[in-house]
């Protein structure tokens, strides 16, 4: 591990003028990613901005029954809150099926849309990847690829994006908002996780020192009966193989409101719209569900290992689909 040096931002201003500064200082918040990162050298920081006393963390209402998201406020803590478990249980679920208690006491909502990807490849310095060395191919395409992406990929990268939040918070429509050296700006979440196309090195549309100050959850009345589904291969300390994010409104049998996102299959959290679209005033019942599970999958695209997620992914929504119901 090359040496760096740290120190702990007092207020916002004063972090993103530090990060600012230096294209070689990062902020640092739980950790649990970037220690990593530096430790198998897939990145370097010169100096780490310890983010975590900044006054970030609450969890606020917005008018109309919304959610405003501090971005330092701990996994655990808005996993737990009584408004995140009644008015988008969806939120609470993903956020306790992700990583393991301990690393949820550290980790940070901001943190957590700003993990990197699991691809083994990515991880192994020695191995050619374009998103860790664009230009230098991707080792996974013709290597071991079972638990990469089927949606969203391209011939320079194929990895899956990693998180269950973000899943979540893309069925609901979440607004990062973030304060950098141009002032403060909202980003719909569907436009902050890019797809890998040409340039997989750019997975979000930050510029160096921005600072995710919160995540803005609308009112969405139809998030009270929702439901995060996660197939992975144990039942614990997991990432998803597939994921759906489902919340479901059902009036007289019929499909009055829908929102679905899927996760473990996709290069970004997947908002499932082909399906959302064909489900809308149709029978909410299993026939409609596989119909709309199977557009949503019709432009998959498999490697040779990891065919079985077009069905599983099509699995995991109806069956969250039922669940929700
Ligand atoms: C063993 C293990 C299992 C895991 N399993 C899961 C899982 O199943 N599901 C899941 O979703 N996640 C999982 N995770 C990932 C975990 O959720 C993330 O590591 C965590 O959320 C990162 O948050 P952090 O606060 O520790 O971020 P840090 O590690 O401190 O930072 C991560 C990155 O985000 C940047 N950053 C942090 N905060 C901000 C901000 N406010 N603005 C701008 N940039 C910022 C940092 O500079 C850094 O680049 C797992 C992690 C581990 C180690
Ligand atoms: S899938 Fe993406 S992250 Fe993995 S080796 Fe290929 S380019 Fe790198």
Redesign the pocket.
């Given at each position: 591990m090359r040496p760096f040096s740290y120190s702990r931002a007092e207020d916002v201003g004063g972090a993103i003028a530090t990060v600012t500064a230096d294209r070689a200082t990062?902020?640092?918040?739980?950790?649990?990613?970037?220690?990593?990162?530096l430790r198998i050298g897939t990145?370097w920081s010169q100096r780490l901005v310890d983010?975590a006393d900044l006054p970030?963390t609450q969890i606020d209402d917005l008018p109309g029954g919304g959610l405003r998201l501090g971005?330092?406020a701990r996994?655990s803590d808005v996993a737990m809150a009584a408004a995140v478990r009644e008015r988008f249980p969806m939120i609470s679920q993903a956020l306790l099926?992700?990583?393991?208690a301990q690393?949820r006491n550290?980790?940070?909502m901001?943190?957590?849309l700003?993990?990197r990807v699991r691809c083994g490849y990515f991880r192994d310095t020695r191995s050619p990847c374009n998103k860790r060395d664009p230009g230098s191919g991707c080792a996974a395409i013709p290597g071991i690829n079972r638990g990469h992406a089927v949606l969203g990929t391209s011939e320079h990268c194929v990895a899956t994006h990693?998180?269950?939040?973000a899943v979540a918070l893309v069925a609901l429509d979440a607004v990062v908002h973030?304060q950098g050296r141009g002032g403060a700006r909202a980003i719909p979440i569907d436009d902050f996780f890019l797809l890998p196309g040409d340039t997989p090195q750019l997975e979000h549309p930050?510029e160096h020192g921005?600072?995710?100050?919160a995540i803005e959850v609308p009112a969405a009345p139809v998030a009270r009966r929702s439901t995060y589904l996660k197939v992975r291969d144990r039942e614990s300390?997991?990432?998803?193989l597939a994921s759906a994010a489902v919340a479901l409104r059902v009036e007289d049998g019929v499909v009055a409101d829908v929102r679905i996102a899927l996760g473990g299959v996709a290069t970004k959290p997947w908002r499932a719209r082909r399906a959302e679209r064909m489900l809308l005033g149709a029978q909410a019942d299993r026939e409609s569900f596989e119909r709309a599970a199977r557009e949503e999958l019709a432009a998959a695209v498999a490697q040779s290992m990891n065919g079985y997620k077009i069905e599983l992914a099509q699995r995991t929504m109806v069956r969250a689909l039922e669940e929700t119901r």
């Open positions: 990062d902020y640092l918040a739980g950790g649990t990613t970037k220690v990593d990162m990145e983010i970030l971005a330092v996994m099926l992700g990583a393991s690393l550290m980790a940070t901001g943190g957590n700003m993990q990693p998180s269950d939040l973030v930050l921005e600072l995710i100050t300390y997991e990432f998803a």
